[in-house]
């Protein structure tokens, strides 16, 4: 099933725009101007052990990494390798997003998400760079849900 399937079967709501491909959030701020939304950075990484974790917080913030790795109960977390999010998110650099769960089919991956994030409209690519989408928190929830991850709050 594909994205725009699950959405369709979840009755989730979302607004798209299509653009050139962006690769950074510096890149993505024309974008805010014809979408509505809180823009998000999304950060694909990894422990010494295999564990993954995807992060989800707003753009303007930094990552604690010892913060997060303390969440999901391990150590020395870096950005996972472009080979990684390639073969357990089927993701190319610049398209990460919550979405590509939808291809990690043996839920290896944990999503830490921002408290702050919270009742807004966000804005995603829908796994591809080309498109962003604005969807509503709780139906970001439901689709993770939906895709049976385990999800915890920063």
Same mark, same amino acid.
């Given at each position: ?53 995807? #992060? @989800? *917080?707003?753009?303007? !913030?930094?990552?604690?990494? &010892? $913060?997060?790795?303390?969440?999901? /109960? ?34 290896? #991956? @944990? *999503?830490?998400?921002? !408290?702050?994030?919270?009742? &807004? $409209?966000?804005?995603?690519?829908? /796994? ?27």
């Amino acid at each position: 099933m594909n994205l725009y399937e699950i959405f369709k079967q979840l009755n989730i709501e979302f607004k798209e725009v299509e653009h050139k491909p962006v690769f950074t959030i510096e890149q993505a701020q024309s974008i805010k101007e014809r979408i509505e939304g809180t823009g998000c950075k999304n950060l694909f990484l990894t422990d010494k052990k295999g564990k993954y974790v995807l #992060v @989800i *917080l707003e753009e303007k !913030k930094k990552a604690n990494m &010892k $913060k997060i790795a303390r969440i999901i /109960n391990t150590s020395h977390l870096s950005l996972a390798e472009k080979s990684e999010l390639t073969n357990i998110l089927n993701l190319e650099q610049g398209s990460v997003t919550p979405f590509g769960i939808l291809n990690d089919i043996d839920n290896q #991956v @944990i *999503l830490v998400i921002d !408290k702050d994030l919270k009742n &807004k $409209k966000l804005l995603f690519h829908p /796994n591809i760079n080309t498109k962003t989408i604005s969807i509503s928190y709780d139906n970001l929830i439901k689709f993770i849900e939906f895709e049976k991850h385990k999800y915890k709050f920063i």
